[in-house]
């Protein structure tokens, strides 16, 4: 198989595994938080390095988590589960991971460019090896905070330099007064709703000209508006597995859910993109954020 034709079907996997989610599985991601205490959805973490997996990495082992029902959201290779003395299981089905590699090459002025292509990698759940997995597991007194408890999510909704005011009828953030629009805490059913819809519209913020300048759409239902959205909700939920936070934060709201199946049904790669402009404004948030002045009081 060609390296183009192995590019074609990483990306039209990925599309695929993330349509089947968001059209029968919606329901069990909101959820499986709760039912796995010390382990968040989007937080798949290598066994052997101890780092997140990132970007669109985080999706598919979401996926991976909630059609196989594994307690531990914790993955290796299979070299890797051997150089800790843990052996994968006869059998066990390995999950596909994506990565970016480049190759050099020269154009016809005879300058070098560098052309990105995609690669991938397999990884086991450490439920999928035997041996003493117990050096590499979540420690069970251990469990994540809900996000309104959370030290990092309060000192970041402190420290951000967009201004939030609060009193609006609905949530949104305004681009051209770098401005996030709030209801009243008392219009949210508790502070964890709060926070999560903060977080939501604190990574719309990142889109902004001065910031990482993302195209926001013109309107609801046009296609830049529709990833502009999914790109928020990804990165709210990338942001609390990075502070460590139960919640995941994806809407069921038919009318979002429509507007993002049709831009993956219609671009491959748009799930791709989504997910690196999520994983970006995380970045941009915790690099920028998260280490400034005294968290807000609960």
Not at 163 to 190: Q, W
């Amino acid at each position: 198989m060609t390296k183009s034709a192995t590019k074609i079907d990483m990306y039209q996997e990925v599309t695929n595994a993330m349509i089947e989610l968001l059209e029968t599985d919606l329901p069990q991601w909101k959820k499986g938080w709760k039912t796995r205490p010390v382990t968040n959805i989007f937080g798949g973490v290598n066994g052997s390095t101890g780092e997140l997996y990132k970007g669109v990495n985080r999706l598919i082992l979401a996926k991976a988590m909630i059609n196989s029902d594994y307690k531990y959201n914790v993955w290796m290779t299979y070299k890797q589960a051997q150089a800790k003395n843990l052996q994968v299981k006869k059998g066990a089905k390995s999950v596909r991971l994506a990565y970016y590699n480049v190759i050099e090459k020269e154009n016809k002025e005879g300058d070098i460019e560098t052309i990105p292509f995609l690669n991938s990698f397999c990884v086991f759940n450490i439920s999928q090896m035997d041996g003493d997995i117990s050096a590499i597991t979540p420690d069970e007194d251990e469990t994540l905070t809900p996000i309104a408890e959370n030290e990092t999510a309060k000192t970041i909704f402190a420290n951000t330099d967009v201004k939030i005011e609060y009193g609006y009828n609905s949530a949104c953030y305004k681009p051209y007064i770098d401005t996030i629009c709030m209801p009243n805490a008392s219009d949210f059913v508790n502070l964890d709703e709060q926070f999560a819809t903060l977080g939501h519209e604190l990574v719309h913020s990142t889109g902004a000209e001065k910031r990482l300048n993302r195209q926001y759409g013109k309107k609801f239902g046009d296609t830049a508006y529709a990833r502009e959205e999914l790109v928020a909700e990804l990165g709210a939920s990338f942001l609390c597995a990075e502070m460590g936070c139960l919640e995941t934060t994806l809407t069921n709201h038919a009318s979002y859910l429509k507007s993002w199946l049709q831009v993956l049904k219609a671009d491959k790669r748009a799930i791709f993109k989504a997910s690196a402009d999520a994983q970006k404004a995380v970045n941009y948030i915790l690099e920028n954020w998260s280490q400034k002045k005294q968290p807000i009081a609960a």
